[in-house]
C-alpha cells in the first residue's frame, strides 16, 4: 500500500448537504500525515482531473449512473454520500430518510393538523424513503393528500402553465393543513406558489422542508420550517469508511444511516390548528416558555385551566403529558445551541431552563438517546463555506 493517498471529494458545491459533508472529510482525514484531500466536480471531467491527481480513493456524491462508470473505471475504493439514485450506489453513508419522514409528520401532527400533504417524491430513493417514512407515521384519522400522482405536476415542466395549475391545486386543498416538501427548494417554491394563489402561510396550509439551507430558508416569506440533517457527520463516517477500505477491510453489508438531527421550527409552521383550545393554547405556551424551566401549574395559569383539564386536553391532542412536551422543546433548543454553538454545558443547561448540567444530561439521554456532548460531537457545525446563519428559535 502506498505510503501517501490523496483522496478525492466529487461534489456539488451548491447544495449544502454536498458542502457540510466535504466538511465533514476534511475534518476526520484532515491531519493524517500522508493523506491529502480536494475537491473535484462530480462529473466525467472531475474524476479525469482526479486520477491525473494521483487519486488513491474518493467520497463521492454520485448521483448520475454517468459518474459511477467512470469511477469504477479507476480502480480505487469509493463512498457514495448520495441517495438520489433509485438503486443508489455501494459501499453508502447517508440520512436515514425513513427517519426523516417520521420526523416530518409528528412536527405537523403535533400543529394539531389532520390534513397532511405530501409533495411529489418518487423521482428519487430520498424521496421515496422519505415519502413511506412519512405515511408510515401517519395515525388514523388522518387525511393523506399525496401530490405525486396529481396531474398538475406531471411533466409542464416550470413553465408558467404548470405553475398556474399548481397554484390553482394548491387553493383547492382543505384548510388548515399541513404539507411536507422532500427538499428545501421544493418548500421555497411551494412557499412562491402559495404567496401567488393567495394562501395564507402557516395559517391554511404550513409547509416543513428538509436540510436547513439557511441561506435559502430564512429569505423565503415566511421563513421555511426545515428538518436539519448531520452532513458534517456524513462525510466524517464516510472518511472513516474509506481510509478502513484503503486499508483492505471488507465494505459493509448495509447502508450506513445517520439519524435527522431536528426540526428548525420558523415561520411557515407556527400554527397551533387544534380543535381543543385548551391545548393549542398550552402548546404555544409550552414552546414560547419551556426554557425558562416552567411547571403545568404555569402553563395552567397561563391558560387559564386547571392542571387536570391542561393535561387532559395535551394527552387528548398529542397523546402526551405537560411534563413531556416541555421536556422534548428543551431538548430541542439545547440540540440547536449544541450544534450552532460553543457554549459549555452549564450555559446551555441555564439557556433551556435547566437547573444545571446535570438535569439536562438526564433529562437529554432520556429524549434523545445519547449524551449532550457525544450529541454535539455528532451533529456539530461551524462549517466554512456552508449556511452559517442561526435558527430562527427564541431562547428566552
Known amino acids: 500500500m502506498p505510503s501517501r493517498h490523496h483522496i478525492a471529494i466529487f461534489t456539488e458545491p451548491s447544495f449544502g448537504y454536498c458542502r457540510g459533508v466535504a466538511y465533514g472529510v476534511r475534518v476526520f482525514l484532515g491531519d493524517w500525515p500522508g493523506w491529502t484531500v480536494a475537491e473535484y466536480g462530480a462529473d466525467a471531467e472531475g474524476v479525469r482531473w482526479a486520477c491525473r491527481d494521483g487519486m488513491t480513493g474518493a467520497v463521492a456524491h454520485v448521483a448520475r449512473s454517468g459518474l459511477e462508470a467512470e469511477l469504477r473505471t479507476c480502480g480505487v475504493s469509493v463512498v ?49 424513503d422519505r415519502a413511506e417514512g412519512f405515511r408510515d407515521a401517519l395515525p388514523d384519522g388522518v387525511r ?24 390553482a391545486r394548491l387553493a383547492a386543498l382543505p384548510r388548515p393543513a399541513g404539507l411536507f416538501a422532500i427538499h428545501d427548494p421544493e418548500g421555497a417554491s411551494l412557499l412562491e406558489l402559495c404567496r401567488e394563489a393567495g394562501i395564507h402561510v402557516p395559517g391554511d396550509l404550513a409547509v416543513l422542508g428538509v436540510n436547513d ?17 448531520p452532513a458534517r457527520a456524513i462525510g466524517e463516517e464516510a472518511a472513516r469508511m474509506l481510509a478502513g477500505l484503503i486499508e483492505g477491510r471488507p465494505p459493509p453489508s448495509v447502508p450506513v444511516l445517520l439519524a435527522p438531527t431536528a426540526v428548525v421550527a420558523r415561520g411557515s ?15 404555544a405556551f409550552i414552546r414560547a416558555h419551556a426554557g425558562k424551566g416552567i411547571r403545568v401549574t404555569a402553563i395552567a395559569d397561563a391558560v387559564h385551566a386547571s392542571v387536570s383539564k391542561v393535561e387532559k386536553s395535551l394527552r387528548g391532542a398529542c397523546g402526551r403529558r405537560p411534563r413531556e412536551l416541555i421536556h422534548d422543546e428543551q431538548v430541542r433548543q439545547a440540540q440547536i445551541l449544541l450544534r450552532t454553538t460553543d457554549l459549555p454545558l452549564d450555559q446551555v443547561a441555564s439557556a433551556c431552563g435547566f437547573a444545571d448540567a446535570r438535569r439536562l444530561w438526564a433529562v ?15 451533529h456539530a457545525e461551524g462549517t466554512p463555506g456552508t449556511d452559517s446563519g442561526g435558527p430562527d428559535v427564541h431562547l428566552a
Open 269 to 283: 409552521t407556527d400554527v397551533w390548528a387544534h380543535a381543543d383550545p385548551v391545548a393549542a393554547q398550552a402548546l
Open 213 to 229: 439551507e439557511r441561506s435559502l430558508c430564512t429569505t423565503t416569506t415566511p421563513s421555511l420550517s426545515s428538518i436539519s440533517v
Open 144 to 167: 393523506l393528500i399525496d401530490l405525486d400522482e396529481d396531474p398538475a405536476w406531471k411533466g409542464m415542466g416550470l413553465t408558467p402553465a404548470a405553475r398556474k395549475r399548481r397554484a
Open 364 to 378: 437529554f439521554k432520556a429524549r434523545a438517546g445519547t449524551t449532550p456532548g457525544a450529541w454535539r460531537k455528532l
Open 80 to 128: 457514495n454520500t448520495s441517495q438520489a439514485r433509485i438503486e443508489p450506489m455501494a459501499p453508502l453513508v447517508g440520512m436515514d430518510n425513513r427517519a426523516i419522514g417520521r420526523m416530518a409528520a409528528h412536527h405537523l401532527l403535533e400543529r394539531g393538523l389532520s390534513t397532511l400533504v405530501l409533495a411529489p417524491s418518487s423521482t428519487t430513493r430520498y424521496g421515496r
